[in-house]
Each structure stands twice: as structure tokens, then as C-alpha cells.
Nanobody
């Protein structure tokens, strides 16, 4: 497994931007697909975005399409989630996760490694 550490969360006004980072260490990172999930208070964890190991394919939840962009640099063992046009409903703890398989990238259970999360708060 790989170890994942998220960073970049914080407090931002509606309409603002944040860039989350997911740094990996441990086993070969480049063979893992990476996803971002989020969990708001009182709600279930939900899929946000994912990228395959080569970065050629990306997937997004409908509510973030056009606002969020996932990207990765395998040489730096880092995946980013650029979040623009943030809304109060984007407030949540954001988690990154790594998976050996691309089959279940929208499913939290499809990932073998998970980070501890970073808080994103969007004020109205």
C-alpha cells in the first residue's frame, strides 16, 4: 500500500478557489489510480473525482464538473484537486485514496489506501 497525506484545505469565500494536494509515499505510486472523496457533516462520504494511474482518464461527480480539475504528476508522487467556483455546499472533509484497480473508482470501498482528510470550508 501507499501512504497518503492531503493538504491545502482551508476557509474560502463562495466563488473562491483552493488546490488540494495528495502526496504519496511507499510502494510504486504510479501504478495506482487516485480518487478524491468528501464527507460533509451528517452526510455520507461521496465521490468527487478520480484519475487513472497514467492520468489519461478522469472522472467527476456531476456537481463538480466544470469547476474541479484532478491532475497528477507521478514524478512528484502527487495528485491535485483544483477547485474553482467553490460553493457553500462544497464544505466537507476531503479525502484522497489510491486504488490498484480502475474498476470501482467511484466507490470508496474500491480503494486500498486512504488519507486522513483535509477540511474545506466555504462561507457564503
Amino acid at each position: 500500500q501507499v501512504q497518503l497525506v492531503e493538504s491545502g484545505g482551508g476557509l474560502v469565500q463562495a466563488g473562491g478557489s483552493l488546490r488540494l494536494s495528495c502526496a504519496a509515499s511507499g510502494r510504486t505510486y504510479t501504478t495506482y489510480a487516485v480518487g478524491w472523496f468528501r464527507q460533509a457533516p451528517g452526510k455520507e462520504r461521496e465521490f468527487v473525482a478520480a484519475t487513472t494511474w497514467g492520468g489519461s482518464l478522469t472522472y467527476y461527480q456531476d456537481s463538480v464538473k466544470g469547476r474541479f480539475t484532478i491532475s497528477r504528476d507521478n514524478a512528484k508522487s502527487t495528485v491535485w484537486l483544483q477547485m474553482n467556483g467553490l460553493k457553500p455546499e462544497d464544505t466537507a472533509v476531503y479525502y484522497c485514496a489510491a486504488a490498484l484497480s480502475n474498476l470501482r473508482l467511484r466507490d470508496w470501498a474500491g480503494y486500498e489506501s486512504r488519507g486522513q482528510g483535509t477540511q474545506v470550508t466555504v462561507s457564503s
